[in-house]
């Protein structure tokens, strides 16, 4: 039973396996930035601009509106780091549109990896916003009894993240095969573009919880700060 | 009834059981959130991003439990180590 991506080798060379995963992964990562690479290599800020900048002005400030919505402050500084969280993850489920591709993020490593980076970025932005004490401060927040609890909360969460993308895109592409070898023409259709939807949603999902995940940590800084303003 | 049929058995009726259980749960809960979010949806309709954000946020984090059982059922169907183990067994008790 075809799992996922990493089952398909294309080489191998001693203990390294070029499989599918990496290959698509890596393709992915290509197309990305050099299709980013082209429609920024000449920005007009008059009237007339390309199509595809436009298309890139929505998504780049749909999402940081999104980021501010979510608590942090100044969106620019997460920009980078949440919205290619949610961009890869988007582009990797949409692109099961074009026939012979399986999803990177079918496979656990790739979405353990993705919630590793959210894991290892959470401390960073909080220490580069308040400072190593304040940070370390907050795991004994309600009281110090909490300290084991918050710690374990921090790495179930990681973990949550990682097997809530890997299950979802799993599911979607078994369902398929499954179903493409008992009705197939009518029905597996149907599914193939509930699978797109809950890919798209599954990408804000992960992007939103990392925002949620970063917005505490950096929150947790400027505890003082914030007590005055209205939420 | 020897071991290797007794971890067949046992695999494939856990399997369906944890599915069937477990999706109980969060269909149940996941109901009851929807149906909240579109009563203060009708009572505050211009919170309507925020609501329907928080809503999403919400389902998908009760939709992760449903998620697990899914993966537990399929790593008993599929991924199985015990039955893995047994065949291995079988296979170098015939060997011999």
Redesign the interface.
């Given at each position: 039973?075809h799992?996922s991506p990493d089952d398909t080798i294309y080489w191998q060379l001693g203990f390294f396996k070029l499989n599918a995963t990496i290959l698509y992964t890596w393709g992915l990562m290509l197309l990305l930035v050099v299709g980013s690479k082209m429609v920024t290599h000449k920005l007009s800020m008059g009237l007339h601009r390309s199509r595809w900048q436009n298309l890139l002005e929505i998504i780049v400030t749909g999402i940081a509106k999104?980021i501010e919505?979510v608590g942090l402050r100044q969106p620019q500084k997460y920009l980078g780091f949440l919205g290619t969280l949610f961009l890869f993850i988007a582009m990797a489920s949409l692109f099961t549109i074009v026939p012979g591709y399986e999803p990177p993020t079918g496979s656990l490593s790739t979405t353990t990896a993705l919630a590793i980076c959210v894991f290892v970025a959470v401390p960073l932005f909080g220490i580069q916003e308040g400072g190593v004490k304040k940070y370390l401060k907050a795991y004994l927040h309600p009281t110090f009894i909490m300290l084991p609890f918050n710690i374990i909360s921090e790495l179930s969460r990681t973990l949550?993240l990682a097997?809530?993308l890997?299950?979802?895109m799993?599911?979607g592409t078994?369902i398929l095969a499954i179903l493409l070898t008992i009705t197939p023409f009518l029905f597996p259709i149907a599914l193939h573009a509930l699978g797109l939807l809950t890919g798209v949603?599954?990408a804000?999902?992960f992007s939103?919880?990392a925002a949620?995940y970063l917005a505490a940590a950096t929150r947790a800084s400027n505890v003082k700060l914030n007590a005055e303003e209205p939420d | 009834m020897d071991s290797m049929t007794i971890i067949a058995v046992a695999s494939i009726i856990t399997a369906g059981l944890t599915i069937a259980l477990g999706s109980i749960g969060p269909a149940l809960g996941e109901g009851r959130a929807v149906s909240t979010a579109l009563a203060s949806l009708a009572q505050q309709p211009d919170a309507a991003?925020?609501i329907t954000?928080t809503l999403?946020?919400g389902l998908?984090m009760v939709?992760?439990i449903a998620?697990?059982c899914?993966?537990v059922s399929?790593i008993l169907l599929?991924?199985n180590p015990f039955w893995s183990f047994a065949i291995a067994q079988a296979a170098q008790a015939t060997g011999k």
């Open positions: 039973m799992l999104q919505e949550a097997v809530r890997f299950g979802n799993m599911s078994m949603v599954q804000y999902i939103v919880l949620v | 991003a925020t954000r999403f946020v998908a939709e992760s998620i697990y899914f993966v399929m599929f991924a």
